[in-house]
């Protein structure tokens, strides 16, 4: 394996001002080495990753870093900046900048190795070393860990001897992580597990869990910063890292024997149900990096106080922030949006497969026997009925799936039960998504007050088990049955009546506010608040024609922000960078396939033109839609379900009005200020929007 990091990739007189600069410069570095195959591809990776969450640590350090298809080998480049610049950390800027490049495929040892450095840039004497060090040759061979900081800092020659008690190479720290991961410390000098204390008695005991988006850096950053804090404080602290490289488990001994919990993550802790019933305080991973001490002293005040967590920590795992300071309302959009995403590919499969029976079978299938009692190989009308039985089945868990992970993002696993047993009596007392809605809601709040209940020990392990599902199926079952579904119900057939009725300009009004919301966030939650009205309306084996043109409005308007970029940046290019230029050719099929995201990139390098363009132009498809009265069965594909519309010519002007409404704007807009220098914008969204489209995801709500 090639070195990852040679003076060639180190640049101690960093001129950049802006973080997309300096990730700029040390990319262009890694490109001449080979190390980098495509610069703009890489530097969209990057911008991905920062928009995630800011890389900027306190200290002065910035770790810009991603994984990604165009790089070829796990490489870092490094840069020093006199000026500062700012990655986003409360202290200021950084004068110090890993540009952290791993392959797609990086495989266990290069992880091991990365992550080794993340420690390293938590030891002050490391980061002092880095300032102090004046040749490029040398500077490598300290990241490398060829050099220990107390050589790099002094005048002694190449070899002297790292002092004691000293990190002094990646060797030492990978076998630090590696020890952590297992469930033990290693020795650097004074650490927790000596400090007994003079009476003899055992230090307090932590165990922690640390995980990050990417999995490169601040996962070990963070515990790391969490060790040093138990050394300083005198109690043991032991660290789980579930990194990129995979993790180990803790020893369920070790667990057992801890008196309190630490998660500092932005992903989902695995197996979360080990630590229950201890004293837990649950962040973000910054927060495990930045104030280690005061996390210490928190759940050591929750273990005096004997406050325990029931089953799992409190929090959203879907969407979480580890922002404990969210208002009701930024919660309330998490738990919706937790439901509507595990939701949406039933919608997908359901929708087409029925579309799919409908135009293999005709508008009749739905009047088939089961395929079950008759099935002919050879008629292609067995093969539509097929097709849209599987499809109602499909559709048949929509509001279920709906209420059972709205109340699993209130509560986790637990609200699951609860969660699924509402929304399935929704579907029985016929109160539809409204119910579901409510549903999760409820069963989320049931569970979350029966885990506040402080439980013997005894009773805890059969509390996610038997305990939690009994009593909240049954409250919810209750509540349900009895007290608000048919309120609920009574509403869902209004709302439906409403929109049987809705004709001439009241359609159109419907269309237009429809296109507004679809554009609006290009994916986020009005967004999506849109595409579930339109999809829960076509949930049923027969929708009403009024359902079908609502869908068919808001497929349509989520076609127009995607496909307008990529004309206006056709037929004006010089008004965009070389990267939007380059987005916009990505663009046509995104929105051509009902991927909304495709605009985000534009939408986020110029947000006050893009984005009300995009509004303008998806109301005047939305509205011409419905009024030219086309209609839509499946709730995705974009145009490869045009044979499925109704009135499919119309259906393309309407669209073809909207792009073209939008693209007039933003070229007007545009050439209204200053041409952006080559180089800079848009870029932030393209690897999530790229591993929606290979996943198959429907993303465009």
Not at 670 to 686: S, Y
């Given at each position: 394996?090639?070195?990852?990091?040679?003076a060639?990739?180190?640049?101690?007189?960093?001129?950049?001002?802006?973080?997309?600069?300096?990730?700029?410069?040390?990319?262009?570095?890694?490109?001449?080495?080979?190390?980098?195959?495509?610069?703009?591809?890489?530097?969209?990776?990057?911008?991905?990753?920062?928009?995630?969450?800011?890389?900027?640590?306190?200290?002065?350090?910035?770790?810009?870093?991603?994984?990604?298809?165009?790089?070829?080998?796990?490489?870092?480049?490094?840069?020093?900046?006199?000026?500062?610049?700012?990655?986003?950390?409360?202290?200021?800027?950084?004068?110090?900048?890993?540009?952290?490049?791993a392959?797609?495929?990086?495989?266990?040892?290069?992880?091991?190795?990365?992550?080794?450095?993340?420690?390293?840039?938590?030891?002050?004497?490391?980061?002092?070393?880095?300032?102090?060090?004046?040749?490029?040759?040398?500077?490598?061979?300290?990241?490398?860990?060829?050099?220990?900081?107390?050589?790099?800092?002094?005048?002694?020659?190449?070899g002297t001897?790292?002092?004691?008690?000293?990190?002094?190479?990646?060797?030492?720290?990978?076998?630090?992580?590696?020890?952590?991961?297992?469930?033990?410390?290693?020795?650097?000098?004074?650490?927790?597990?000596?400090?007994?204390?003079?009476?003899?008695?055992?230090?307090?005991?932590?165990?922690?869990?640390?995980?990050?988006?990417?999995?490169?850096?601040?996962?070990?950053?963070a515990?790391?910063?969490?060790?040093?804090?138990?050394?300083?404080?005198?109690?043991?602290v032991?660290?789980e890292?579930?990194?990129?490289?995979?993790?180990?488990?803790?020893?369920?001994?070790?667990?057992?024997?801890?008196?309190?919990?630490?998660?500092?993550?932005?992903?989902?802790?695995?197996?979360k149900?080990?630590?229950?019933?201890?004293?837990?305080?649950?962040?973000?991973?910054?927060?495990?990096?930045?104030?280690?001490?005061?996390?210490?002293?928190?759940?050591?005040?929750?273990?005096?106080?004997?406050?325990?967590?029931?089953?799992?920590?409190?929090?959203?795992?879907?969407?979480?922030?580890?922002?404990?300071?969210?208002?009701?309302?930024?919660?309330?959009?998490?738990?919706?949006?937790?439901?509507?995403?595990?939701?949406?590919?039933?919608?997908a499969?359901?929708?087409?497969?029925?579309?799919l029976?409908?135009?293999?079978?005709?508008?009749?299938?739905?009047?088939?026997?089961?395929?079950?009692?008759?099935?002919?190989?050879?008629?292609?009308?067995?093969?539509?009925?097929?097709?849209?039985?599987?499809?109602?089945?499909?559709?048949?868990?929509l509001?279920?799936?709906?209420?059972?992970?709205?109340?699993?993002?209130?509560?986790?696993?637990?609200?699951?039960?609860?969660?699924?047993?509402?929304?399935?009596?929704?579907l029985?007392?016929?109160?539809?998504?409204?119910?579901?809605?409510?549903?999760?809601?409820?069963?989320?709040?049931?569970?979350?007050?029966?885990q506040?209940?402080?439980?013997?020990?005894?009773?805890?392990g059969?509390?996610?088990?038997?305990?939690?599902?009994?009593?909240?199926?049954?409250?919810?079952?209750?509540?349900?049955?009895?007290?608000?579904?048919?309120?609920?119900?009574?509403?869902?057939?209004?709302?439906?009546?409403?929109l049987?009725?809705?004709?001439?300009?009241?359609?159109?009004?419907?269309?237009?506010?429809?296109?507004?919301?679809?554009?609006?966030?290009?994916?986020?939650?009005?967004?999506?608040?849109?595409?579930?009205?339109?999809?829960?309306?076509?949930?049923?084996?027969?929708?009403?024609?009024?359902?079908?043109k609502?869908?068919?409005?808001?497929?349509?308007?989520?076609?127009?922000?995607?496909?307008?970029?990529a004309?206006?940046?056709?037929?004006?290019?010089?008004?965009?960078?070389?990267?939007?230029?380059?987005?916009?050719?990505?663009?046509?099929?995104?929105?051509?396939?009902?991927?909304?995201?495709?605009?985000?990139?534009?939408?986020?390098?110029?947000?006050?033109?893009v984005?009300?363009?995009?509004?303008?132009?998806?109301?005047?498809?939305?509205?011409?839609?419905?009024?030219?009265?086309?209609?839509?069965?499946?709730?995705?594909?974009?145009?490869?379900?045009?044979?499925?519309?109704?009135?499919?010519?119309?259906?393309?002007?309407?669209?073809?009005?909207?792009?073209?409404?939008?693209?007039?704007?933003?070229?007007?807009?545009?050439?209204?200020?200053?041409?952006?220098?080559?180089?800079?914008?848009?870029?932030?969204?393209?690897?999530?929007?790229?591993?929606?489209v290979?996943?198959?995801?429907?993303?465009?709500?």
């Amino acid at each position: 394996m090639s070195e990852m990091i040679t003076a060639d990739l180190v640049d101690l007189d960093l001129s950049a001002e802006t973080k997309e600069a300096a990730a700029r410069a040390l990319a262009e570095r890694m490109v001449t080495l080979g190390r980098v195959t495509d610069l703009e591809g890489f530097l969209a990776d990057v911008a991905a990753r920062e928009a995630q969450m800011p890389t900027g640590l306190d200290g002065g350090i910035g770790i810009p870093h991603c994984r990604s298809e165009h790089v070829t080998e796990p490489t870092l480049g490094f840069g020093r900046s006199a000026a500062g610049i700012d990655f986003g950390a409360p202290d200021g800027p950084a004068d110090l900048i890993f540009l952290i490049a791993a392959p797609a495929g990086a495989d266990d040892a290069h992880l091991t190795i990365l992550s080794s450095l993340a420690r390293q840039l938590m030891n002050a004497e490391f980061t002092s070393a880095l300032r102090a060090v004046d040749d490029a040759a040398a500077a490598a061979a300290l990241i490398r860990g060829d050099e220990s900081p107390a050589a790099a800092a002094s005048t002694a020659p190449e070899g002297t001897e790292p002092t004691e008690g000293s990190k002094d190479s990646v060797a030492v720290s990978a076998a630090a992580s590696a020890d952590t991961a297992t469930g033990t410390t290693t020795d650097t000098g004074d650490t927790a597990t000596a400090d007994t204390g003079a009476s003899g008695e055992r230090p307090f005991r932590i165990v922690a869990v640390t995980s990050c988006p990417t999995g490169i850096a601040h996962t070990y950053m963070a515990a790391e910063s969490l060790e040093n804090a138990g050394r300083e404080a005198g109690i043991e602290v032991v660290v789980e890292t579930q990194g990129s490289a995979g993790f180990t488990r803790l020893d369920p001994a070790v667990i057992a024997a801890a008196d309190g919990v630490i998660f500092a993550h932005d992903v989902p802790v695995r197996d979360k149900d080990r630590f229950a019933g201890k004293p837990t305080v649950d962040v973000g991973v910054k927060a495990g990096i930045n104030k280690p001490a005061e996390l210490i002293t928190e759940v050591r005040g929750k273990a005096a106080r004997g406050e325990v967590s029931a089953g799992s920590a409190p929090g959203t795992p879907v969407e979480r922030s580890g922002d404990s300071t969210e208002g009701y309302g930024t919660k309330l959009r998490k738990w919706l949006m937790s439901g509507v995403s595990y939701m949406v590919p039933f919608v997908a499969a359901g929708g087409l497969l029925i579309a799919l029976g409908f135009a293999i079978g005709g508008y009749k299938i739905n009047k088939a026997p089961s395929v079950m009692d008759h099935f002919m190989w050879l008629q292609a009308d067995s093969w539509g009925a097929l097709f849209f039985q599987i499809g109602v089945v499909s559709f048949g868990f929509l509001v279920p799936v709906l209420a059972g992970y709205i109340a699993y993002g209130m509560a986790d696993r637990p609200g699951l039960v609860p969660g699924f047993v509402g929304g399935a009596i929704s579907l029985t007392i016929n109160a539809g998504f409204l119910g579901g809605l409510a549903a999760g809601l409820i069963a989320g709040g049931v569970v979350i007050g029966i885990q506040k209940v402080k439980i013997p020990a005894a009773l805890r392990g059969i509390m996610p088990v038997v305990v939690i599902p009994l009593i909240s199926a049954a409250i919810v079952g209750f509540l349900m049955f009895v007290v608000i579904g048919k309120p609920i119900a009574s509403a869902q057939k209004g709302m439906t009546d409403w929109l049987n009725g809705l004709t001439g300009t009241n359609a159109v009004l419907l269309g237009a506010l429809l296109g507004l919301m679809m554009c609006f966030d290009l994916g986020g939650p009005v967004n999506k608040v849109a595409y579930t009205f339109a999809t829960a309306g076509i949930a049923v084996a027969s929708p009403s024609d009024s359902a079908m043109k609502i869908m068919a409005a808001v497929m349509a308007a989520g076609m127009v922000p995607p496909l307008a970029m990529a004309l206006a940046t056709t037929v004006r290019g010089k008004l965009f960078t070389e990267t939007e230029r380059e987005n916009g050719k990505a663009a046509w099929v995104l929105g051509a396939s009902f991927i909304s995201e495709g605009a985000i990139p534009f939408a986020a390098a110029d947000p006050l033109r893009v984005i009300p363009s995009a509004m303008v132009g998806g109301a005047v498809t939305g509205s011409l839609s419905m009024a030219f009265g086309a209609t839509l069965r499946a709730p995705h594909g974009g145009i490869f379900v045009v044979p499925l519309i109704g009135n499919p010519f119309l259906y393309l002007i309407a669209i073809a009005a909207g792009v073209c409404v939008t693209t007039a704007l933003v070229v007007v807009l545009k050439g209204m200020r200053k041409q952006a220098p080559e180089g800079t914008g848009a870029g932030v969204a393209d690897t999530a929007i790229a591993a929606k489209v290979d996943s198959k995801e429907p993303v465009a709500a």
